[in-house]
């Protein structure tokens, strides 16, 4: 599985998500991208998208596109660090064209 990391999140993640092949928006490039441009731009290349901003599902489009996305409650690595487990698990149960929520509580898919 490809995942790319959105920029405000913290390169520890990519060790985390090992063994699974991750990378970074500013390594894969797209560092400055508009959420719209930037998913249309890792749509078919990445598998899924990781970000912590809890707006994109509002002010994007989601229907139709192939790409999973994946909502962090935060940023912030020591929080990161306890959600761990659920990380990964919503990670390794993340089905194409799905919208996940990891939440300080409970990880939970929404429907589109």
Known sequence: MTIILDESLPHGLCHILEPHQV???QKAGY??????ALLAAIEGVFDIFITADK???YQQNLAGRQISIIE???NRWPLLLLLQPKIIATVDRCKPSTYE???AAY???IPQ
């Open 23 to 25: 990378t970074t928006v």
């Open 101 to 103: 929520v990891v939440s």
């Open 31 to 36: 560092a400055g991208m508009k959420n719209g």
């Open 55 to 57: 707006n994109i599902r």
């Open 72 to 74: 962090l409650p935060t």
């Open 107 to 109: 990880s939970t898919q």
